[in-house]
């Protein structure tokens, strides 16, 4: 998938989050990892927006620290791909 598609969907769920419209959010978030698992945006996005209606608040936080782990000590995105895979089960 072209890496452009990716970037459309994480916009478009940029666009819904600063309306308020979470849900929509979400969702676009989660087409671009089903589409490209190593995107970072959308996986920080899309446990942003789930942290900000406070669904599955715990797995969010988890998620941001997998992220902020991955960018200090340059962890392969092939584990981080891993913890998408189970996120979007």
Do not use: W
Not at 1 to 19: D, E, F
Not at 49 to 69: A, E, F, T
């Amino acid at each position: 998938m072209p890496a452009s598609v990716c970037v459309a969907l994480v916009n478009k769920g940029n666009v819904m989050y600063n309306r308020g419209d979470f849900e929509k959010a979400r969702e676009f978030y989660r087409e671009a990892l089903q589409n490209d698992s190593s995107c970072v945006e959308a996986l920080y996005n899309f446990g942003t927006v789930i942290l900000s209606v406070c669904h599955h608040g715990r797995l969010s936080l988890d998620i941001n620290y997998k992220l902020i782990c991955m960018q200090s000590t340059k962890l392969s995105l092939f584990k981080l791909k891993r913890h998408v895979a189970v996120l979007l089960t």
